[in-house]
């Protein structure tokens, strides 16, 4: 299959404005996934991966070979759009067999291909129905049949799950990255929804403004957010910000909505300071403890496993997690209204930029 490497791709628009620079490597059979907001650019750059965007600057390398030059249909890339570009008025066999049928390949050939994918994806009762008359899960399967009828070195994908409800978009989630797997096909996947990122990536790419902000496993992307757009586009952890007004033996003491909170690392006193802090390793009591801050308790919301506790801290909203039972109990029958809470010092990420 092939290695992809984006060096300094860029697209600068007529207005000004523009996508890019972008670094990214993709490795072999590797699944990355291209995650920001509407907007960040995530269409744009697998278009200028795909070669369907005219003008693009900077070097685009399959296995080495710079292809920013090379016509799209030579690229060896399945792709399935935005917005699902089937064919209404013919048949899923016809669908998926327009790319062999464009490249001539023999009838027989083709056929063995789209029973072959047809059977991969669970639609092989469907090989005689027109488009118009399966369900958009079953167009979504057939658009990755079509996809991957010509034995795509790179596959594209862009948010093909985006129009199916949360079930379905699950189990497609999983058999997408079983197909994935098994072809060991090189995939560059886009998408909108942290949640999806997570559950299918090897690696993700978080986009902002038309540049790459953080590349790393959906667990190194958890745990260290890189900078506060990050920390707040994954929702993994609680922001805060302050100003540090002690330092001593690597310890910071930062003032934040007129509490004291002290952390870990280093820093210039009375400069500005942002942090992170994930549900987990919020500490809270109904009691007081010295050095804890209060907040007003805003919501308790029972999950899995645990409960999500909603704070108002000031202005500042703080999640936290619990598993303790019989505190939440006691919260609920106390009609507790202000709550005190603590980070847990060395859980404390500090974000830069
Ligand atoms: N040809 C163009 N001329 C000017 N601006 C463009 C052009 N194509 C895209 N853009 C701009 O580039 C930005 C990124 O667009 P893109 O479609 O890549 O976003 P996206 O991350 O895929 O968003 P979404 O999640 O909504 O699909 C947008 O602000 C868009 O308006
Ligand atoms: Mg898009």
Redesign the pocket.
């Given at each position: 299959m092939v290695k992809v490497e984006l060096k300094g791709l860029i697209r600068e628009?007529?207005?000004g404005?523009k996508?890019g620079p972008i670094d990214l490597q993709v490795q072999d059979g590797e699944l990355l996934t291209l995650l920001?907001?509407?907007?960040?650019?995530?269409?744009?750059?697998l278009r200028m991966v795909a070669g369907f965007i005219e003008d693009v600057g900077g070097s685009l390398l399959f296995n080495g070979r710079n292809m920013v030059n090379v016509e799209p249909r030579e690229r060896k890339i399945g792709m399935v759009f935005?917005s699902v570009a089937l064919f209404p008025n013919m048949t899923v066999f016809e669908n998926i067999s327009f790319g062999p049928d464009m490249v001539g390949w023999s009838r027989e050939k083709t056929i063995d291909r789209v029973e072959e994918l047809a059977d991969l994806l669970g639609i092989h009762h469907l090989l005689l129905r027109r488009i118009s008359e399966v369900s958009g899960g079953e167009a979504q399967r057939v658009a990755l049949a079509r996809a991957l009828a010509t034995n795509p070195e790179l596959l594209l994908l862009d948010?093909p799950l985006s129009a199916l409800d949360l079930q379905l978009r699950e189990r497609l989630q999983t058999e997408i990255r079983r197909i994935q797997r098994k072809l060991k096909i090189t995939t560059i996947y886009?998408t909108?929804s942290q949640d999806e990122a997570f559950a299918i990536s090897d690696r993700v790419a978080i986009?902002d403004n038309?540049l790459v902000v953080q590349v790393g496993t959906p667990e190194q992307l958890y745990d260290s957010p890189a900078n506060e757009f990050v920390a707040r586009f994954l929702g993994s952890g609680n922001v805060v910000s302050g100003r540090i007004t002690d330092i001593s033996e690597g310890r910071l003491l930062v003032e934040a909505n007129n509490n004291l909170f002290e952390i870990p690392g280093d820093g210039e006193i009375n400069s500005q300071i942002t942090f992170s802090v994930k549900p987990e390793d919020v500490l809270i009591s109904d009691g007081t403890s010295s050095g804890w801050a209060e907040a007003e308790l805003v919501a308790i919301t029972p999950q899995v496993g645990s409960f999500k506790i909603t704070l108002d801290f000031n202005g500042t909203p703080i999640i936290a997690l619990t598993y303790d039972e019989e505190l939440v109990k006691r919260m609920r029958v106390n009609g507790e209204k202000t709550i005190t809470f603590a980070f847990k010092p060395e859980s404390i990420i500090i974000l830069r930029g």
């Amino acid at each position: 299959m092939v290695k992809v490497e984006l060096k300094g791709l860029i697209r600068e628009f007529d207005d000004g404005s523009k996508i890019g620079p972008i670094d990214l490597q993709v490795q072999d059979g590797e699944l990355l996934t291209l995650l920001g907001p509407s907007g960040s650019g995530k269409t744009t750059t697998l278009r200028m991966v795909a070669g369907f965007i005219e003008d693009v600057g900077g070097s685009l390398l399959f296995n080495g070979r710079n292809m920013v030059n090379v016509e799209p249909r030579e690229r060896k890339i399945g792709m399935v759009f935005q917005s699902v570009a089937l064919f209404p008025n013919m048949t899923v066999f016809e669908n998926i067999s327009f790319g062999p049928d464009m490249v001539g390949w023999s009838r027989e050939k083709t056929i063995d291909r789209v029973e072959e994918l047809a059977d991969l994806l669970g639609i092989h009762h469907l090989l005689l129905r027109r488009i118009s008359e399966v369900s958009g899960g079953e167009a979504q399967r057939v658009a990755l049949a079509r996809a991957l009828a010509t034995n795509p070195e790179l596959l594209l994908l862009d948010e093909p799950l985006s129009a199916l409800d949360l079930q379905l978009r699950e189990r497609l989630q999983t058999e997408i990255r079983r197909i994935q797997r098994k072809l060991k096909i090189t995939t560059i996947y886009v998408t909108h929804s942290q949640d999806e990122a997570f559950a299918i990536s090897d690696r993700v790419a978080i986009l902002d403004n038309g540049l790459v902000v953080q590349v790393g496993t959906p667990e190194q992307l958890y745990d260290s957010p890189a900078n506060e757009f990050v920390a707040r586009f994954l929702g993994s952890g609680n922001v805060v910000s302050g100003r540090i007004t002690d330092i001593s033996e690597g310890r910071l003491l930062v003032e934040a909505n007129n509490n004291l909170f002290e952390i870990p690392g280093d820093g210039e006193i009375n400069s500005q300071i942002t942090f992170s802090v994930k549900p987990e390793d919020v500490l809270i009591s109904d009691g007081t403890s010295s050095g804890w801050a209060e907040a007003e308790l805003v919501a308790i919301t029972p999950q899995v496993g645990s409960f999500k506790i909603t704070l108002d801290f000031n202005g500042t909203p703080i999640i936290a997690l619990t598993y303790d039972e019989e505190l939440v109990k006691r919260m609920r029958v106390n009609g507790e209204k202000t709550i005190t809470f603590a980070f847990k010092p060395e859980s404390i990420i500090i974000l830069r930029g």
